[in-house]
Structure formats: C-alpha cells, structure tokens
C-alpha cells in the first residue's frame, strides 16, 4: 500500500463508482454503485486527560456556510484529510485517547422565511409528513427496529452486532463532552404488558401498544477530530458523526453502511429515515423526502424533523447486483436543523452528513477493526 498525495486522493474518490448500471432501458433498477475504497488505518495513539463532562447537548446546529458557500469550499489535502479522519475514543471509565490515522490504497487487486419566534417550529415544512409506526408489528421489524435512543436525547441506528451510528453533536459539541456521556445509554424500544397484556398474536386491535426502552450501556465511543477541531463550523459540519460500541451485542438485525451515492441516483431521488422527534415523545418516527441539494460531504434536503431526530441514520433501497437482491443500507446521518445566513437572509435546510468513500473506511474500520473487511461500500 502507497499514501496518495495532495487532491488525487479525493479526486480518486470524486471518479471512483465504477460498473454503472445505465439509467436507461427498460429493465433497469436503481443499482448500488461499486466505489474504489481507500484505506483508513491507525498509525499512533495518545493517552488524553479525562474531559469533563460540562457540555448540553444541543440538537440544533448552526453554520454561515450554506450549500453554494459548501460547492466552493476547495476539497481537503491529503494531510488535512488525514488530521479530520484522525479520532478521540472516549471509554466507559472516563478514559480518552487520540489517534492518528494514515490514508492509503491498495497498489493492486482492491477487491425557508421565518421570524425569531417561528425558528423552533421551522424543521416541518408545509403539512407534516411524518409517521409515527405504532404496533410491535412495525416496531420491531426491520427497518424500523435498527432505530434506537441515546440517552441523551438523540437517535441512533443499529450498524452492527454491538454497535449504532450517530451525530457526533449528540455526545460532544466540538469542545468538550455532553453531560451524561460517561454513562451513555442505548434504549431499545419494546412492549411493556400491563397486567398480563395482550396477548403475542393480539396486534389487531385499534388501540396502538404500549412500549418501553430496554436500556444496553455504552463501552467506547469514537468521535473524528473534524468534529472537534471544527466546533461545529463550515468544516466541522461534514464530520457530525460518531459510532457507539455497546457493552453486549444487542440481539437485532442491522442496517449496514454504505456509501452515499449522487443524488440523482437515489430511487426517486429520495432519503429515508426514522427517529425519536422529542414533540412526539415515546414514538418513532418515520419519514422520506427528496434531496434538494447536495455536496460532497452534505444532503440537503426539508424533511419534517424536530429535536431529538439527529443522529438518525439516512438510508436508500438499492438493488445488490452481485447477491440479486435489493438491500437497505445507511448513506448519511442526519445532522439536523441548520440556520443559514444567506445574503443576510436567514434561510433553513435540514442537513443530514454523507458517508463518503473516506469516511465508510473510517467507520468500517472502528466497527470491523480490520480493513480487509472493509473493502466494498
């Protein structure tokens, strides 16, 4: 394996979908792309002090760099590409460390208006086209049941056996952690019978189930330095994500990640996700949308969301061309609502983070911890 240099990194990644399927003709599907995955591997790690843990989550994000401010931003160099990438893992005992990464590739084979008083309202647009699932039936089932809850009021999503993806906002915010993150929780949503309860087979009735959260704790967490070192900034936007590892496997099928193809070659050009939106406490939530614009790191788009949806994880139905068979998998996370000043004009978008070729490798890697396994997106 070789570094790459400068901007042919990510110029790599820009022309990297190969195997297109045709958007012509009569038989064809919306195909997930086969991307030319580089390699993000640890090269030194630091032992930090203990944070303290003084920081209120914030669902909210703000930025002065809105989607023309983003298209024009010059993409990172190698090095600055590296130092983002780099992470800060945060363990059960109030233990931190920092890790340098290096970025590689295989040498071969590869295998909108408002007023001050409208602004907490703002993220539903027009008629709320949200859906709240009630039932086990639905609750339980994939996909619905890979959407879990943080103990600090955000949603996650299931990634693997012991692990959920999420905004990196709702544990740190950028400076230091939120309170509660030294016990993080992860809740799972599932029946509570009272007295007896209804019986397994007995979904039909009208009256939706009573449900609780089974609560797993958290064992690590991993948070990249582009978050922290943006603070929630014009760079720290594209890296508002962070992956969980759970202390015990959760029990549940899961979503994999994969990486965000353009948008126009989502199916119908639309994203779903589902999340615990805190003005329908006890609910999930389900909704889809179309994109309205996009960068390389950023969707931007108006689905209907209100606090405590961020860190839902935003997924495309695509057809797998090598198992023929179509498969779910998650493409972003969803940031939430975001401000933006433009031309003076404050105007709203709610943004959720892609997962780019980089930043798959990245994640595979903290839930793999072998980048062999992480060869295919």
């Given at each position: 394996?070789?570094?790459?240099?400068?901007l042919l990194l990510?110029?790599?990644f820009?022309?990297?979908?190969?195997g297109?399927?045709?958007?012509?003709g009569v038989?064809?599907?919306?195909?997930?792309?086969a991307?030319r995955?580089?390699v993000?591997?640890p090269?030194s790690?630091?032992?930090l002090?203990?944070?303290?843990?003084g920081a209120?989550?914030k669902?909210?994000?703000?930025?002065?760099?809105?989607p023309?401010?983003h298209?024009g931003?010059p993409?990172?160099?190698?090095?600055e590409?590296?130092?983002?990438?780099?992470y800060?893992?945060l363990?059960?005992n109030?233990?931190?460390?920092?890790?340098?990464v290096g970025?590689?590739?295989l040498?071969?084979?590869?295998g909108q208006?408002?007023s001050?008083k409208?602004?907490?309202k703002r993220q539903?647009y027009?008629?709320?086209?949200?859906f709240?699932i009630?039932?086990k039936?639905?609750?339980?089932n994939y996909p619905f049941?890979?959407s879990v809850?943080?103990?600090t009021?955000c949603?996650g999503?299931?990634v693997?056996?012991?692990?959920?993806l999420?905004?990196?906002?709702?544990?740190h915010d950028?400076?230091t952690y939120?309170?509660g993150?030294?016990k993080?929780?992860?809740?799972?949503?599932k029946?509570?019978?009272?007295d007896g309860?209804r019986g397994?087979?007995?979904?039909?009735?009208a009256?939706?189930?009573?449900?609780?959260?089974?609560w797993?704790?958290v064992?690590?967490?991993?948070?990249?330095?582009g978050?922290?070192?943006g603070?929630?900034?014009?760079?720290?936007?594209?890296?508002?994500?962070a992956l969980l590892?759970?202390?015990k496997?959760?029990k549940?099928?899961f979503m994999k990640i994969?990486?965000?193809?353009p948008?126009?070659?989502?199916?119908?050009?639309r994203?779903?996700f589902s999340?615990?939106?805190n003005?329908?406490p006890?609910?999930l939530?389900y909704?889809?949308?179309?994109?309205?614009?996009?960068t390389?790191d950023?969707l931007?788009?108006?689905?209907?969301?209100?606090?405590?949806?961020?860190g839902?994880?935003?997924y495309?139905r695509?057809?797998?061309r090598?198992q023929?068979?179509?498969?779910?998998k998650?493409?972003g996370i969803?940031?939430?609502h975001?401000?933006?000043d433009?031309?003076?004009s404050?105007?709203?978008?709610?943004?959720?983070?892609?997962?780019t070729?980089?930043?798959y490798?990245?994640?595979?890697?903290?839930?793999k911890?072998?980048?062999?396994?992480?060869?295919?997106g």
């Amino acid at each position: 394996m070789a570094g790459i240099p400068g901007l042919l990194l990510l110029l790599l990644f820009l022309l990297g979908a190969v195997g297109q399927v045709s958007p012509y003709g009569v038989h064809w599907k919306p195909t997930w792309p086969a991307y030319r995955l580089p390699v993000v591997l640890p090269q030194s790690t630091l032992n930090l002090d203990k944070p303290d843990f003084g920081a209120e989550a914030k669902l909210e994000v703000s930025s002065s760099c809105g989607p023309q401010c983003h298209k024009g931003t010059p993409l990172p160099t190698y090095e600055e590409a590296k130092q983002y990438l780099s992470y800060e893992t945060l363990y059960a005992n109030g233990s931190r460390t920092e890790t340098q990464v290096g970025i590689y590739v295989l040498s071969s084979g590869g295998g909108q208006e408002s007023s001050g008083k409208s602004r907490r309202k703002r993220q539903i647009y027009g008629y709320d086209s949200r859906f709240s699932i009630f039932g086990k039936d639905f609750l339980l089932n994939y996909p619905f049941s890979t959407s879990v809850k943080l103990s600090t009021g955000c949603t996650g999503t299931l990634v693997a056996e012991k692990h959920v993806l999420t905004a990196a906002h709702c544990i740190h915010d950028g400076k230091t952690y939120v309170k509660g993150t030294q016990k993080l929780r992860v809740g799972f949503l599932k029946p509570k019978f009272k007295d007896g309860g209804r019986g397994a087979n007995d979904s039909s009735s009208a009256m939706p189930e009573k449900m609780k959260f089974q609560w797993i704790r958290v064992k690590r967490t991993h948070v990249p330095k582009g978050w922290i070192k943006g603070n929630a900034n014009d760079i720290g936007m594209d890296y508002d994500y962070a992956l969980l590892e759970l202390k015990k496997p959760h029990k549940r099928k899961f979503m994999k990640i994969g990486v965000s193809p353009p948008a126009k070659q989502l199916p119908g050009g639309r994203i779903h996700f589902s999340g615990y939106d805190n003005d329908r406490p006890g609910n999930l939530v389900y909704r889809f949308c179309d994109v309205k614009d996009e960068t390389y790191d950023l969707l931007y788009q108006q689905c209907d969301a209100q606090p405590g949806a961020s860190g839902s994880g935003v997924y495309v139905r695509m057809w797998k061309r090598q198992q023929q068979k179509w498969e779910r998998k998650i493409i972003g996370i969803f940031s939430g609502h975001q401000w933006v000043d433009m031309n003076g004009s404050p105007q709203d978008f709610n943004v959720a983070v892609r997962i780019t070729p980089l930043k798959y490798a990245q994640i595979c890697y903290w839930i793999k911890g072998n980048y062999l396994d992480c060869r295919e997106g």
